[in-house]
């Protein structure tokens, strides 16, 4: 097998096989777990002190509510490849609801997107058929598209129906005669809601592909919540690292690659980064064309973000909204759609696109016996400090009127507050850089190895590679394969590493 020539080539001393991983985000624990797997002696270096980047839970309000600093619900990990060849539904309780995500309306009973794709479609109405015929294709063959867009779109698709299909709809979709599918502003509100999460331009390539793949997956293996916050995913990784002899260091900031301790790259030595490209510019070896690209490298608008610690449960006027952890704000397909232009050109929207979780609803472990708490965000311009609590929270009091006599605390994240916790959230960019089609071919560079750099043995695993923004560790294990298929000289697949077929 591959991997086994690996295996052989360290054992008898042809490789030093010593990995260090700057920053332990799901995609840098990713790749030091794959690494430490395969029998390299690996080191994870983490500035903060605690590991997980936006995989961390924390006591950001009141003592007893427990608030996800970054991510907080994981379509991702579920159908991730590399999380299911680790094993990582385990070791983490996944709480799946049977509503994957609702979007309220004023004038209209809320849209929810239910695990059960044909109970979406009845409660759809007349759009039932038009929403079975854009998912239901994307949703039963949800391990192809993740095989598709989980990589990078810089080769022949392995599944080319099911590419071919998702092509279709994001052509559709992305463009201003998407909602012409629909017949009812629920069902065209419904997928917006999923589109904005692309944080870019709307309606855009982009954001329809983002949607999609989303939406694919809440009617799949559904939007789960891992119970106790995503802090023990996290976990789950550093003790799977941990296991296979791997040491994590917390409170090592790397500032610069000048003078780093890593060891030797000519006797295989390995350095993975799971952070901004930029910290390669502070490699004087840097060749000048690839410097050159990583400055061109663009970054998109930031996050606001809004904790709150509550009374009780959200009183949405609507109540099946309170059966769905996550929660779309912002009206009408037309008022997102505003709003994400609005962020677009540098302007804050007066009435904001909100991203709502509350994992209370399926997590009692996160608040207080008959407490709640709440996780929202909204897109702001790149780098502002402006404080959108207000926007937010009228947002929230608009299909739940009542909703703010609840508030107990509120702690509230700036997106240049975000950038400087953070440094691989440049600006606030939550998304490791602007999420165009452009930059999901030119992510960092154009290239079928992109998490390759030209320095030797520096391998770049960050959402800035491919497939970009979500908790799916892909980033990490593509770097991490990567480096073992350079080492080895031949190709390196997932069975090589974890076993199995």
Not at 371 to 391: E, I, N, Q
Not at 465 to 471: F, K, N, W
């Amino acid at each position: 097998m591959p991997g086994q020539r690996i295996y052989e080539r360290w054992q008898t001393g042809g490789m030093a096989a010593h990995a260090t991983v700057v920053g332990s985000g799901p995609n840098g624990l990713t790749a030091a777990a794959t690494l430490a797997r395969a029998g390299l002696r690996v080191r994870v270096l983490e500035a903060a002190d605690t590991i997980g980047g936006g995989l961390r839970t924390e006591a950001l309000t009141l003592p007893g509510f427990r608030h996800d600093v970054c991510s907080a619900v994981h379509p991702a990990a579920l159908t991730s490849p590399v999380f299911r060849a680790l094993g990582l539904d385990r070791d983490v309780s996944w709480l799946i609801p049977d509503a994957s995500y609702a979007h309220p309306l004023d004038d209209a009973p809320a849209a929810i997107a239910w695990r059960d794709l044909d109970r979406t479609a009845h409660d759809l109405g007349p759009d039932g058929r038009a929403w079975l015929a854009a998912v239901r294709p994307l949703a039963h063959h949800i391990d192809e598209l993740v095989s598709f867009t989980g990589d990078q779109l810089v080769r022949m698709p392995r599944h080319p129906v099911t590419a071919a299909r998702f092509g279709f709809r994001v052509l559709e979709q992305g463009t201003s005669l998407g909602a012409l599918g629909f017949r009812t502003p629920r069902a065209a509100a419904l997928l917006a809601g999923a589109m904005a999460h692309a944080n870019t331009w709307m309606p855009s390539l982009a954001s329809a592909a983002a949607g999609l793949l989303l939406t694919a997956q809440a009617h799949a293996g559904g939007w789960p919540v891992p119970r106790g916050g995503a802090q023990v995913i996290a976990e789950a990784l550093a003790a799977d690292i941990r296991a296979h002899g791997g040491v994590i260091e917390t409170g090592r900031r790397v500032t610069s690659l000048d003078g780093l301790d890593w060891g030797d790259p000519a006797a295989g030595d390995l350095l993975i980064l799971d952070t901004s490209p930029r910290l390669l510019l502070t490699d004087s070896a840097l060749p000048t064309g690839y410097a050159r690209a990583v400055r061109r490298y663009r970054y998109g608008p930031g996050v606001m973000k809004v904790d709150v610690a509550l009374d009780g449960p959200i009183p949405w006027r609507d109540p099946n909204v309170g059966r769905a952890p996550t929660v779309h704000l912002g009206g009408t397909r037309e008022e997102i759609i505003a709003a994400e232009q609005d962020v677009a050109r540098g302007r804050i929207p007066a009435n904001p696109y909100v991203l709502a979780v509350q994992p209370s609803v399926i997590d009692p472990t996160r608040a207080p016996a008959g407490k709640a708490v709440l996780w929202a965000y909204t897109h702001v311009p790149l780098g502002s400090r402006a404080d959108a609590t207000a926007a937010v929270l009228a947002q929230i009091e608009r299909f739940a009127p009542g909703a703010r006599d609840l508030v107990l605390a509120t702690h509230s994240t700036t997106a240049a507050s975000r950038g400087r916790r953070n440094p691989a959230e440049i600006g606030g960019d939550i998304s490791g850089g602007a999420f165009t089609m452009a930059q999901a071919i030119r992510r960092p560079v154009v290239s079928r190895h992109p998490w390759r750099t030209p320095l030797p043995g520096v391998y770049l695993a960050s959402s800035s590679t491919p497939p970009g923004p979500g908790v799916h560790g892909m980033s990490g294990w593509h770097a991490a394969r990567t480096a073992l298929s350079d080492a080895a000289g031949v190709p390196i697949t997932l069975a090589d590493v974890f076993g199995g077929d």
